[in-house]
C-alpha cells in the first residue's frame, strides 16, 4: 500500500512538471500561429506549383503586411509634409464618431509604441488610509490642471489574468513612485501578483508635490 502512494505520487509530480513545462508552450505557441493566421488571411499567399495545386507558405502573408507598414511609415516619415497629417487629423477631429473611434486607437498604440510611452511610471496607490490597503498602477496623465485638478493624476489600474483595467483620479499625496520595471510590474500585476521576479531600477521623475 505504501509503496503504491509513492508510485502515485510520483507521477502526479512527474505530471505537474511536465504541465508546467508543456502548458505555457502550447498557449504561447496557440497564440502566435493564431496571429500568424489571421495576418495571412488578410493579404493570402498561395504559391501555385502545378496548374491544380497551390502551396500556403505560413507567415508569408504577415511578413508582407510588416513590409507594407515599414514602407508606409518611411514614406509618411520622409516624405509626405507634416502638414499634411495635421491637416487630415484636424478633419478628422470634426466627425464625431471618426474622432473618437481613430483617437482612441491612436492615444493607444502611442502609449505602447509611441516616443512619448504612458505605461513607464509604476506608482503604488493608498486606496484606503485608515487600512492601508494598496493597489498597483500607472500613471497616464500627470497633468490634470485643464479638469481644475491641480494636485491629481490619472492613474490606470490594470485587472488580474485580463486585457482591462480602470482609471482613477488620484490625489498625489497618496501615491508612493516604484522603483522597478514597468515591465515585471505590469506581470506581476495581470499575474494575480504570482509573476514577481522585478528588478529595481531608477525611479521615474514624478512632480515634486506628488513626493
Not at 464625431?96 to 473611434?101: D, M, N
Not at 486606496?127 to 494598496?134: A, P, S, V
Request: proline fraction near 6%.
Amino acid at each position: 500500500m505504501e509503496i503504491r502512494n509513492r508510485i502515485i505520487k510520483r507521477l502526479l509530480s512527474y505530471f505537474v512538471r511536465g504541465l508546467v513545462l508543456v502548458a505555457p508552450l502550447y498557449v504561447t505557441t496557440i497564440i502566435i500561429w493564431t496571429g500568424v493566421e489571421f495576418l495571412d488571411n488578410i493579404i493570402p499567399i498561395n504559391i501555385p506549383i502545378s496548374d491544380h495545386q497551390n502551396v500556403y507558405l505560413p507567415g508569408l502573408g504577415g511578413l508582407i503586411i510588416i513590409g507594407i507598414i515599414i514602407l508606409l511609415g518611411f514614406v509618411f516619415s520622409t516624405i509626405i509634409p507634416q502638414s499634411f497629417f495635421r491637416l487630415t487629423e484636424a478633419l478628422l477631429r470634426k466627425i464625431p464618431l471618426v474622432s473618437l473611434i481613430y483617437y482612441s486607437i491612436k492615444d493607444l498604440l502611442l502609449a505602447f509604441v509611441g516616443d512619448k510611452k504612458k505605461f513607464n511610471q509604476p506608482v503604488l496607490v493608498t486606496m484606503y488610509r485608515d487600512t492601508g490597503i494598496k493597489k498597483v498602477g500607472f500613471i497616464t496623465q500627470s497633468d490634470l490642471k485643464q479638469f481644475e485638478l491641480v494636485d491629481h493624476v490619472a492613474v490606470y489600474m490594470p485587472f488580474s489574468y485580463a486585457l482591462s483595467g480602470e482609471m482613477y483620479i488620484v490625489p498625489k499625496k497618496h501615491i508612493q513612485p516604484l522603483s522597478a520595471s514597468s515591465t515585471d510590474i505590469m506581470k506581476m500585476v495581470v499575474s494575480g501578483g504570482v509573476s514577481l521576479q522585478v528588478k529595481a531600477q531608477e525611479t521615474p521623475d514624478l512632480p515634486e508635490e506628488s513626493i
